[in-house]
């Protein structure tokens, strides 16, 4: 069993900034650590496996919230897993959403950079910023 480990171990150990996990400690995402008598805060094995929860849940992109629900589903293990897949199915859908957006607006890049224009003047990239609507301000 781990005696506990210092921000500065907890941040390489798990890839956490120490900024970061002090961040998820003032949100309460994390528990405040115990502290030594020279008030350095030492986390323990379970501190260090919420921190990874945390940093992998970041990576795959959910936001604070989704995880903080996530962390208290994980805390009750007689909770059903509907919830954490309710969860997974939101962000999912986000996802899918932005994909959407993106794959948009990478055909609307990619139909604007095919110009073969010599002049600034026809150039179809400077064309298409220029036009693309009206301002709401300039609309009556």
Request: glycine share 6%; aromatic share 4%; charged share 30%.
């Amino acid at each position: 069993m781990n005696q506990g480990v210092t921000i500065g171990q907890a941040s390489k150990e798990c890839g956490i900034k120490a900024p970061t996990i002090r961040y998820y400690e003032q949100i309460q995402l994390l528990p405040s650590p115990p502290r030594t008598e020279g008030n350095r805060r030492l986390y323990d094995d379970g501190d260090l496996r919420r921190l990874r929860f945390i940093r992998h849940a970041r990576e795959l992109g959910f936001e604070i919230e989704p995880i903080r629900e996530l962390l208290a589903l994980a805390g009750d293990p007689s909770r059903p897993c509907h919830s954490a897949d309710t969860i997974a199915r939101s962000h999912l859908a986000d996802i899918d959403h932005k994909i959407a957006r993106l794959t948009a607006l990478r055909a609307e890049v990619a139909r604007m950079t095919q110009c073969v224009q010599d002049t600034s003047s026809k150039c179809r990239v400077i064309e298409a910023l220029g036009d693309h609507g009206n301002c709401l301000h300039d609309r009556h």
